[in-house]
């Protein structure tokens, strides 16, 4: 009973040593290096920093097609699209995604559909660890090139500091993000909508 006791603390140990390694690593990435594409995937959910990243990179000709997918298509906040910067034109909606896993199945299904080899993905810093991780698992099946951009957040104040509240509510996403993150590098997300 004590050998057994024994392995027991010792697989605990070794797999929070693996989560914090992995978790360290995935946060300490940075976004990629922008690439013309066939098309831009933006992670949606209501970020308008995300849209305006996406469609800087549109409007710079990082996207060969012209067109950026939208993952999901928000009907009702689509006056944000077109304020951050997008014309309806730009837009393939995708309409069906409830959480990244299927933003990922979606967009990538679109992309075989469509004949896209090449993709840049939109999100953000606190959001792109968990994505990077399941588009390229989704990605295994299609093999596209994937390039991962995430925006640079506005500053405020002349020393380049968020206020407070913005610092406590990205506090709180990465809080968020972090637990959604273990729940997919468990496979979580195909029995619960993370």
């Known amino acids: 009973m004590k050998k057994f006791f024994k392995i027991c603390i010792i697989m605990i140990l070794l797999l929070s040593i693996y989560l914090i390694v992995s978790l ?15 098309v831009i995937i933006i992670v949606e ?3 308008p920093e995300r849209v305006r990243q ?4 549109l409007k710079e000709g990082y996207s060969t097609s012209g067109k950026a997918i939208m993952s999901p ?5 689509e006056s ?3 304020e951050s910067g997008l014309e309806e034109k730009d837009i393939i909606p995708e309409y069906e995604a409830t959480s990244t896993y299927y933003n990922a199945v979606n967009t ?4 075989k559909e469509l ?3 090449s993709a840049i993905i939109v999100t ?12 390229e698992r989704v990605n295994f099946q299609y093999k596209f090139d994937l390039i991962y951009i995430f925006p640079e957040f506005s500053k405020r104040g002349s020393n380049n500091i968020l206020e407070k509240d913005e610092k406590t509510s990205r506090k709180e996403i990465l809080r968020e993000e972090i637990k959604k993150y273990l729940g997919y590098k468990f496979f979580l997300y195909r029995y619960l909508d993370l």
């Open 115 to 117: 004949d896209y080899q």
């Open 73 to 77: 298509y928000i009907e009702e906040i």
């Open 124 to 135: 953000d810093e606190c959001h792109m660890p968990r994505t990077r991780m399941i588009f």
């Open 24 to 38: 360290v690593v995935d946060y300490t990435r940075i976004s990629d290096t922008p690439q013309k594409s066939d």
């Open 108 to 111: 990538l299904t679109m992309m």
């Open 54 to 57: 996406a469609a800087k990179l």
């Open 45 to 47: 959910g209501g970020f």
């Open 80 to 82: 944000m699209y077109f």
